[in-house]
């Protein structure tokens, strides 16, 4: 299966949003409500920030904000924050027991 | 608190075997689909593997698959990968996480780093 399609790069001013998208195909992304998106800092293991295309665990705060329309799902970072400057990487049940991840954004607070 | 802690990772030459081990501690394991999920140095996240919550369910990637096996010990509250015919291609660092491509991937182990190289 090929990777989920996310530009490489995204920023933004402390404040301001910044939208990362996550581009599959009808048999990933388009054809499953299981699209989940993961933070990663430097060095460190990756933490879940949306899950089910736009749920929220507890204890993200509600700055990210999750969507999807047909085979293409968004992250939304609202206010940007010091602490969000991270790579950010999609994920998507793929059917038959398998998962994709997407190419990953770094995100950088200007 | 939740804590998957990996082992077993090392340097292995290409076409050697390694078993990788995950003790998870925190949550009841059996509840639980599981799966490994692995990261080569600088690049992307990659699914590997996943195994159901009785082990009766597993997938694999198709850069793996028919090479790595998946299992898990209810008694040990442990989860496996054995991998054998290993490549160049292989070497990452590999993460032990709760959940499926499924149910979202909800914690991460800091992963056991496998380096294969003649």
């Known amino acids: 299966q090929s990777a989920l399609t996310q530009p490489p790069s995204a920023s933004g001013s402390p404040g301001q949003s910044v939208a990362i998208s996550c581009t599959g195909t009808s048999s990933d992304v388009g054809g499953y409500n299981y699209v989940s998106w993961y933070q990663q800092h430097p060095g460190k293991a990756p933490k879940l920030m949306i899950y089910?295309?736009?749920k929220r665990p507890s204890g993200v705060p509600d700055r990210f904000s999750g969507s999807k329309s047909g085979n293409t799902a968004s992250l939304t970072v609202s206010g940007l924050q010091a602490e969000d400057e991270a790579d950010y990487y999609c994920s998507s049940y793929a059917g038959g027991n398998k998962g994709v991840f997407g190419t990953g954004t770094k995100v950088t607070v200007l | 608190e939740v804590q998957l802690v990996e082992s077993g990772g090392g340097v292995v030459r290409p076409g050697g075997s390694l078993r990788l081990s995950c003790a998870a501690s925190?949550?009841?394991?059996?509840?639980?689909?599981m799966s490994w999920v692995r990261q080569a140095p600088g690049k992307g996240l990659e699914f590997v593997s996943i195994i159901n919550w009785n082990g009766g369910s597993t997938g694999y990637a198709d850069s793996v698959k028919g090479r790595f096996t998946i299992s898990r010990d209810s008694a040990k509250n442990s989860l496996y990968l054995q991998m054998n015919s290993l490549r160049a291609e292989d070497t990452a660092l590999y993460h032990c996480v709760r959940g499926t491509p499924y149910s979202s991937f909800d914690y991460w182990g800091q992963g056991t780093l496998v380096t294969v190289s003649s």
């Open positions: 925190g949550f009841t394991f059996d509840d639980y689909g």
């Open positions: 089910e295309v736009n």
